[in-house]
């Protein structure tokens, strides 16, 4: 539980520092490599349009606001 705690708040951040129009390729496989390092594992990273984000957390704000990536764990 506290990695995942330590993943999201690490998520958060980034997610919010890069939103800055970065193609979101780029950025999914920066924080997939950030939560690998930290050994989280059973996670799954999606970019969907920011309007479908339904369920899942958003980590990551891409190509100018208008796709985000969200984290599920399972």
Known sequence: MKKLMVAVGLL???????????????LKSEIA???????VSGYTL???EK????DA???GTCEAG???ITYKRG
């Open 12 to 26: 958060s951040l980034a997610g919010g520092a890069l939103a800055a129009g970065k193609p979101c390729e780029e």
């Open 51 to 54: 309007s479908a984000a339904a």
């Open 66 to 68: 208008s796709k985000v």
């Open 33 to 39: 490599a950030k939560l690998d390092a930290k050994g």
């Open 57 to 59: 957390k958003v980590v």
């Open 46 to 48: 999606e970019i969907v």
